[in-house]
């Protein structure tokens, strides 16, 4: 049996007196799509930067294909692809010459850099420089070099915050040609429709912890809920103010 | 003006922006202190430079062997410094300025080495015929110097070559790290299989590529201009510039290793920077400092360059003369190299 393609195992983080992650135990199979939901300092950003490697955990251990951060950081950092929410590209480099130098940290050339245009529908603006592209624009840019390495797991950090709906579907579009693919998905985002569209489970973080997860329709069942939205306002304590 | 408002109300509107914009600058520690800290600071350190000592001081050097007789030749009326120092010192500090001549004695009496084409020469003359006068009433005999000082480009020109290493490593590879950070570029390289150390290997490779043109340059400039003159090995003289270099980049990562908000990377790399081009002689001998701030300066990256660079350069110092200067700067370049190392962060 395949180790699943993410691992949390009783993962706890703190600084100072505040414990950021606490005791969470999170399992994503190869191929599955997850999306990671909370309010604001619940702790997902946390969670993710542990996942990623670029936090060690004060307790516990995170694995990716059944490699421990702790021991094996080389082996995975192949296997993973990260796009950042705000993540400003270098600007004065042209598009062509950033795919290409996000292809060379995984020891792929120019030919790897003229997919990904294709693919994030870029070729147009493959000379164009980084800080002159959209939001969206450079959004995609964004997940192209988080895929220059072909990963087979991809976490997102809110990919399509501060980008136009058209520039958003055009991103859902790319991220469920990757899933197709055979890719692990496990992304952060405040939108409950990009939670529903493109993954296959939710999980709900509060205060550190994981409140409850599953199919979208489970939750809102056990939530009493009518919609993702809904059940999000209440996990964050908030009312609509009619 | 805007036609809703009546001037009472725009009196206060502005009143209340002005005071926004008070409130704001004085909850602002950083620019706090380089409103009000700073200057003072700057003023207080060149006034320790420069004001203390406010009469007219001429230093001569003697040969240890002449001290005595030369203090009883010309007693110290407050206006004649003697510095007794062992012939090779002397010509180095001769070649930096830092005295006005020699004095010591020929058949039996006190012979003067002065270059008295300048005007420190022509006052170091004055004063010693009129301490000596005092005693014996005649006056001294003056011979040439056996080692000229240096023009204020020689000694300005290496002290820039410093500075620039010091600018071009700190901002070059600290502030570039603290924006790659800032930008989160580094978080995003760091989640690649490129390992760490060369993603900071780049930086410092990226700087290190244009840093020789720039110095290169300057030193061109001076040699061309200026007619800066080299006595020493070339070669040595490049070891203490990539030395100083390596010193220099290892202060800017340690420097950059922990800043998360932009102001804060401005405020680091001045604080820096800033007091080091003060005080470590670039523009003035850091001798003009009170005795007491001799140890803290003479130590520090900055003056071990430039000092060394000038050894090399005006008095053509060899390897054995500039090492223990190399080694202060090898101690700065791995000692905070690694201490920003392992307090870096990569988010």
């Known amino acids: 049996m395949n180790p699943p393609a993410l691992e949390a195992r009783a993962v706890v983080k703190r600084y100072g007196a505040l414990t950021a992650v606490d005791g969470v135990d999170l399992s994503i199979a190869a191929g599955e799509s997850v999306a990671l939901l909370g309010p604001n300092g619940a702790g997902k950003t946390t969670l993710v930067e542990m996942l990623e490697g670029l936090v060690s955990p004060d307790g516990g251990r995170i694995l990716v294909d059944g490699l421990d951060w702790a021991t094996r950081a080389s082996d995975i950092r192949g296997r993973l692809g990260t796009c950042l929410q705000d993540a400003k590209l270098p600007e004065r480099l042209r598009v062509q010459e950033t795919l290409e130098l996000f292809c060379s940290f995984h020891g792929r050339g120019r030919d790897r850099a003229d997919e990904l245009l294709s693919l994030v529908d870029l070729v147009s603006h493959r000379r164009h420089l980084c800080g002159k592209l959209s939001g969206g624009q450079r959004q995609r840019l964004a997940l192209a070099c988080a895929i220059a390495g072909e990963p087979r797991i991809l976490i997102l950090d809110e990919p399509t915050t501060g980008v136009d709906p058209a520039a958003r579907r055009q991103i859902w579009e790319i991220l469920s040609h990757l899933r197709s693919q055979g890719a692990t998905l496990l992304l952060t985002t405040h939108f409950m429709d990009e939670a529903v569209i493109l993954c296959d489970r939710v999980v709900l973080m509060e205060s550190g912890r994981i409140l409850d997860q599953g199919t979208v329709p489970e939750l809102l069942e056990r939530g009493g809920a009518s919609s993702l939205d809904d059940l999000f306002l209440r996990l964050a304590g908030r009312r609509i103010q009619e | ?347």
């Open chain 2, 1 to 347: 003006m805007n036609r809703n408002l009546t001037p009472a109300l725009r009196a206060r509107a502005v009143l209340l922006l002005t005071r926004a914009h008070l409130l704001e600058f004085f909850r602002e520690p950083g620019i706090l202190f380089w409103a009000f800290g700073f200057p003072l600071l700057l003023s207080w350190a060149l006034g320790l430079a420069f004001l203390t000592p406010h009469r007219v001081r001429v230093t001569l050097l003697v040969s240890r062997t002449d001290s005595a007789a030369m203090r009883a030749a010309l007693p110290d009326t407050g206006s004649i410094a003697l510095r007794a120092m062992d012939a090779p010192d002397a010509m180095r500090a001769l070649r930096r300025g830092e005295a006005a001549g020699m004095v010591g004695e020929k058949a039996g009496s006190p012979v003067l080495q002065l270059d008295t084409t300048t005007q420190e020469g022509n006052l170091a003359r004055l004063l010693a015929d009129r301490a000596h006068g005092g005693k014996a009433g005649t006056d001294l005999r003056v011979e040439a110097p056996q080692a000229l000082a240096g023009s204020y480009a020689d000694f300005l020109f290496p002290g820039m070559l410093a500075l620039g290493l010091m600018n071009g490593c700190v901002w070059g590879i600290g502030f570039a790290l603290m924006d790659l950070r800032l930008r989160k570029l580094l978080r995003l390289f760091a989640a690649t299989p490129l390992s760490r150390v060369d993603i900071l290997l780049s930086v410092v490779l990226a700087r290190g590529a244009t840093l020789p043109l720039e110095n290169l340059l300057l030193w061109g400039f001076g040699v061309l201009v200026f007619g800066v003159a080299m006595h020493g090995s070339a070669l040595l003289f490049a070891v203490v510039a990539a030395s100083a270099a390596a010193a220099f980049a290892g202060l800017g990562i340690l420097g950059a290793s922990r800043v998360q908000q932009t102001q804060a990377a401005y405020g680091i790399i001045n604080a820096l920077t800033i007091p080091m081009t003060i005080v470590s002689g670039i523009f003035f001998s850091w001798t003009r400092f009170p005795v007491w701030l001799h140890p803290i300066v003479g130590a520090l990256p900055l003056t071990l360059a430039a000092d060394a660079l000038r050894s090399v350069s005006s008095e053509g110092a060899g390897w054995l003369q500039v090492m223990p200067k190399l080694v202060g700067l090898w101690a700065w370049g791995i000692g905070c190299s690694t201490l920003g190392l392992k307090l870096f962060r990569w988010r």
